[in-house]
């Protein structure tokens, strides 16, 4: 377990970095992607002053060494420390690759990892936010893995997005009970590709017939969007949820452990919505940066603002990067 300690007299403030996915090319000097990604995370750091930064997978692509090396470079220039678990495309060279890529994190000053039980996967591990003496939150990072292989009617293999395996559940659980134990009540989780709750939750929420790739910003945050009950949610939808497609087991443990009240994925890049689901308030966190495919319109990061009981408020952090796309144009 990593302790942070968060100072009595202020939040102790998480920010979010998800899916910035840059290749050894993007982070040649002048890319514009490179650009992209420094500004937005400058301007965020700026805003926000964090404690923590965290990132919710797709670092970089499977393979491009250099990419990896000069994300964490950069985010080392903050001095603060940070926080990565991987996506399914940091996961695509298999385990060894991941391993390579973490022992080199783990030489970087500011890099708070731990690599954890390898019969997991690669980075599963929780920290915990300290204030005197008192943890006041527990941090789940975990690896949710690259794709699985469900066996169609007619045999043949079809290729889906992975889910949590059993043994991370039961390691989930039995770190909530020691948390716990030790006084921390509240927890929050951070992965990468959401759980199949993620999915329930956008059916249960949305309106029927609303044209969720047709909604603006400004309408995802009124009435009309949303279900009875579901007013409090925020954000848009543009893409389905890329999740394992049936029931995983991930929900019904968080409820049953009753300390994880917010959960942050990444993956697909054109969600940002919060739907507080059955008492658990699920985010998509906001993409930084134009890597791989993205919305101009939904660029920034994503805040946990912790105070002394726990997670007081989740709030995405927008980040205007007109300026630098005119410059291509023009």
């Known amino acids: 377990m990593i302790t942070l300690q968060k100072k009595k007299s202020k ?14 090319s993007e982070w040649e000097e002048g890319h514009q992607n490179r650009q992209i990604l420094e500004y937005t995370v400058r301007e965020l750091v700026a805003r926000v002053s964090p404690d923590l930064i965290t990132v919710s997978g797709d670092l970089a692509w499977a393979g491009h060494t250099v990419a990896y090396e000069k994300l964490a470079n ?58 005197e003496g008192k ?9 949710s893995h690259d794709r699985n292989y469900l066996q169609t009617e007619d045999g043949s293999p079809r290729d889906v997005w992975a889910k949590l395996i059993p043994e991370q559940l039961v ?25 199949y709750a993620y999915h329930l939750a956008a059916e249960a929420a949305y309106r029927p017939g609303i044209d969720r790739k047709e909604m603006t910003l400004a309408q995802a ?29 991930v929900f019904e443990v968080i409820r049953r452990g009753g300390s994880t009240k917010y ?37 920034g990061g994503t805040v946990l603002q912790i105070g002394s009981e726990g997670v007081k408020e989740a709030r995405h952090e927008f980040v205007n990067v007109s300026h630098l796309l005119s410059q291509k144009e023009n």
């Not at 022992?103 to 997991?120: I, M, N, R, S, T």
């Not at 945050?221 to 497609?245: A, F, H, L, R, T």
């Open 221 to 249: 945050e009124g009435p009309d969007v949303w279900q009875e009950g579901y007013e409090n949610s925020i954000g848009v939808m543009y893409e389905g949820v890329g999740c394992y497609p049936g029931e995983d087991g």
């Open 171 to 195: 390691w989930y659980e039995n770190e909530v009970k020691r948390l716990k134990e030790a006084g921390c009540l509240e927890t929050a989780m951070i992965l990468h590709i959401p759980f």
């Open 74 to 131: 950069f985010l080392d220039s903050f001095a603060i420390p940070w926080a990565p678990v991987w996506g399914n495309h940091d996961n695509q060279e298999g385990p060894d690759a991941v391993d390579a890529v973490a022992d080199a994190f783990l030489k970087h000053p500011y890099c708070v990892y731990e690599k954890g039980d390898p019969a997991l996967g690669n980075g599963n591990y929780v920290i915990a936010v300290e204030e």
């Open 11 to 24: 939040d102790f403030v998480v920010l979010n970095l998800t899916d910035p996915q840059l290749a050894n």
């Open 135 to 143: 943890m006041v939150e527990g941090i789940f990072m975990i690896d």
């Open 263 to 299: 959960v942050i994925a990444g993956h697909d890049h054109i969600n940002n919505w919060m739907i507080d689901y059955e008492g658990v308030r699920l985010i998509y966190g906001l993409k930084v940066g134009a890597g791989c495919y993205w919305n101009p319109i939904l660029n």
